[in-house]
C-alpha cells in the first residue's frame, strides 16, 4: 500500500536516546465499526489532548524517515499519525480535529504488490499531488525477505504493524507502527507507548517472519542490546497469547540474546515484544517482531 502525505525544535542526542519517533495507525475513528479496527472518535480526540498537553510534536512521516536516514536530530516527543485503508471516519472525524490544530498527518492508499504497480502508482500521486513520498505500508503488517528485497532497492521506506519507536538504527524495510484500535489503543497505556524508545543496538535486517503452522517449536529470535544503555536483568520478553516468556543470553557482556516462546504459535500473526526500562523514569526501549504463521505469503 502507497502512502501520500498531507503536509521538526532540536535536542541533542547519544547513544541512548538516539532521534526517534513513534509511529502510531489508526483505521476507523467510529462508533460502529469493528472493535480490531477502530477507536471512537471520543476516544481519539482524548488522545490528541494528550499530546498537545505532553508537549508531543506531530510530525510528517516523510520528513520523520528522511531525518532518520540522515541521521539528523528530532525533537524528543516525536510522534507520527497514519491511517490505514481510508474510511470515510478518517474524513469525517479525524481529518476536522487533525486540521484544527494544523497537525500533519499520512493517509494509506491501496495499490497492487507488484513493483511496476508501485512505481506507477508512484507516478500517479505525483501527477496528482504534485510530490509523492518514498513510503510503503505492508497489508495487515505483513512482510517477506522478497519484498523488503524491492523496498530496498527502490530506496524506500517500509511500515509495518509491529509496536515500538523508529530510529536511525531501525530496519528501514520494515519501520514500527503501534496499531491504535480495540484494547491496544486506551489512555491507561497511550502515554508509555508514544514515549518509548528505539531498542539499543546496531542496524541489522529484521528476522524472516514467515513460520510453518507445523513447526513442532516456536521460532527463535535473535536479538542485540547496546548494554551500555540497559541492565541485562531489566530486559523482559512478552509472546501473543503466552504473555511473559524467557530469554537466554548467549553474550551477555556483548548484548547477544535469544527469545523464544515456550509454546509453539497459532496460525496467523503473533508477536514477540522486548521491553527494558530507560534511564528517564517511565520511558521504555521497546522492540516487537511480528512472526506470519502458516499462511502463503501473497507479496
Known amino acids: 500500500m502507497l502512502l501520500a502525505v498531507i503536509d521538526p525544535g532540536m535536542i541533542r542526542a547519544d547513544e541512548c536516546l538516539p532521534p526517534h519517533a513513534v509511529i502510531l495507525i489508526y483505521h476507523h475513528v467510529a462508533e460502529e465499526t469493528p472493535p480490531s479496527t477502530s477507536v471512537t472518535p471520543t476516544l481519539f480526540q482524548s488522545h490528541l489532548d494528550f499530546l498537545a498537553e505532553g508537549g508531543f510534536h506531530v510530525a510528517p512521516l516523510d520528513s ?3 531525518a532518520l536516514r540522515q541521521g539528523r536530530d528530532l525533537p524528543d516527543s516525536t510522534v507520527v499519525l497514519t491511517f490505514d485503508d ?3 471516519s478518517v474524513y469525517e472525524e479525524a481529518f476536522p480535529r487533525l486540521r484544527e490544530r494544523g497537525w500533519p498527518f499520512t493517509p ?10 508501485w512505481r506507477r502508482a508512484q507516478g500517479r500521486l505525483v501527477q496528482e499531488l504534485g ?4 513510503l510503503l505500508a505492508y497489508t495487515y503488517g505483513e ?3 522478497a519484498v523488503q528485497a524491492v523496498v530496498r532497492k527502490l530506496g524506500w521506506a517500509g511500515l509495518g504493524q509491529q509496536s515500538g519507536a523508529a530510529g536511525p538504527r531501525s530496519d528501514f524495510t520494515c519501520l514500527p507502527r503501534f496499531p491504535m484500535a480495540a484494547g491496544f489503543a486506551g489512555l491507561e497505556t497511550f502515554g508509555q507507548k508514544v514515549s518509548c524508545l528505539p531498542w539499543p543496538t546496531e542496524l541489522t535486517p529484521r528476522a524472516d517472519p514467515t513460520w510453518p503452522l507445523d513447526a513442532p517449536e516456536a521460532p527463535t529470535l535473535a536479538l542485540v542490546a547496546d548494554m551500555t544503555c540497559l541492565r541485562a536483568g531489566s530486559v523482559a520478553a512478552y509472546a501473543s497469547g503466552q504473555g511473559k516468556i524467557p530469554l537466554r543470553w548467549r553474550d551477555q557482556e556483548a548484548g547477544h540474546l535469544e527469545i523464544q516462546a515456550p509454546d509453539p504459535l497459532p496460525g496467523g500473526r503473533s508477536r514477540y515484544n522486548v521491553t527494558a526500562p530507560a534511564a528517564e523514569a517511565g ?3 521497546w522492540f516487537s517482531q511480528v512472526w506470519i504463521v502458516g499462511q502463503e505469503h501473497t507479496y
Open 108 to 117: 494509506r492508499q491501496h495499490q497492487q504488490r507488484l513493483e511496476e504497480e
Open 86 to 88: 481510508g474510511y470515510v
Open 131 to 134: 510530490s509523492a513520498p518514498k
Open 283 to 285: 520511558r521504555w526501549y
Open 143 to 145: 512482510y517477506s525477505p
Open 64 to 66: 520523520v524517515v528522511t
